[in-house]
């Protein structure tokens, strides 16, 4: 879906207003994405290290009254754990919003297990040969990483693995930077995010994303909500920025003129 958000760099004028629009209502939920969003993508993903002033952003914001944060990643909840260090401030869902308790996943139906196990076994053979590949198991999903691999021959792989174990029923795929991620629960960003919205009774939603899986979240949003999309591509979200950098900036302004209403 393309949306109407242009590329700006850092924050437009634009998005100031509806910041300021944003944090005058009674209770919010601050929402974003954790790879490409809070963290710069990087080759091994045990390292990617969250922005330090966005974090501090997101902590300020933790503290004020009715004011709620989350993070949504694709990651294992384990992992966005130990990256984020957010626990016990933020709200942490992984898994693409399927797991809210460690190894717990929504919607994992009798014999998804065997499934999984069966469709890891079948992209760890692909992945054998092909220099650069790399295959992450996820308590719900198993992940194709390819940021490493020869370029040329990307194509030909994605598509063995959407016509080969992708196509199997109860196997649902998600495409991402570098990774195509086959999953056996049928979730996603936008139902994660509208639970964590009448959870914690939020009037308005404000949510950061870089990747294709965060469509779903900016598709959830409502009127009064916010929906910032980082970097290039197609989306249904009303505002862009350009980086990580920017996402820093833009939560610091969110947790300034929130600090200033609470
Ligand atoms: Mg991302």
């Known amino acids: 879906m393309t949306g109407t958000a242009s590329s700006t760099g850092g924050v437009d004028e634009a998005l100031r207003a509806e910041v300021e629009r944003?944090?005058?209502?009674?209770?919010?939920?601050?929402a974003s994405d954790y790879d490409g969003t809070l963290s710069e993508l990087v080759d091994d993903p045990g390292r990617a290290r969250?922005?330090?002033?966005?974090?501090?952003?997101?902590?300020?914001?933790?503290?004020?009254?009715?004011?709620?944060?989350?993070?949504?990643?694709?990651?294992?909840?384990?992992?966005?754990?130990?990256?984020?260090?957010?626990?016990?401030?933020?709200?942490?869902v992984g898994s693409h919003g399927s797991e809210f308790e460690p190894g717990v996943i929504d919607g994992m139906h009798p014999g998804a297990d065997g499934l999984l196990d069966a469709i890891t076994a079948t992209?760890?053979?692909?992945?054998?040969?092909?220099?650069?590949?790399?295959?992450?198991?996820?308590?719900?999903?198993?992940?194709?990483?390819?940021?490493?691999?020869?370029?040329?021959?990307?194509?030909?792989?994605?598509?063995?693995?959407?016509?080969?174990?992708?196509?199997?029923p109860g196997v649902s795929v998600k495409h991402g930077k570098d990774v195509v991620e086959l999953t056996v629960v049928d979730t996603h960003k936008g139902i994660a995010l509208q639970q964590i919205r009448a959870a914690v009774g939020a009037d308005a939603v404000f949510f950061v994303g870089d990747d294709l899986t965060d469509e779903d979240a900016f598709t959830a949003l409502g009127a009064d909500d916010v929906g910032v999309k980082v970097g290039v591509g197609p989306t249904s979200a009303g505002h862009r920025i350009d980086d990580v950098a920017a996402v820093a900036e833009l939560l610091g302004l969110v947790a300034s003129r929130r600090a200033v209403r609470t």
């Open 22 to 30: 944003f944090v005058a209502h009674p209770v919010v939920l601050v």
């Open 50 to 92: 969250p922005n330090e002033a966005a974090v501090l952003a997101l902590r300020l914001l933790a503290h004020l009254p009715q004011t709620h944060v989350a993070l949504v990643s694709g990651r294992s909840l384990h992992d966005l754990t130990i990256l984020s260090g957010l626990a016990g401030e933020a709200r942490l």
């Open 123 to 168: 992209i760890a053979e692909l992945a054998d040969r092909v220099p650069g590949a790399r295959v992450e198991r996820k308590p719900a999903s198993v992940a194709f990483h390819t940021r490493q691999v020869d370029p040329l021959l990307v194509p030909d792989l994605v598509a063995s693995v959407l016509l080969g174990p992708g196509s199997l």
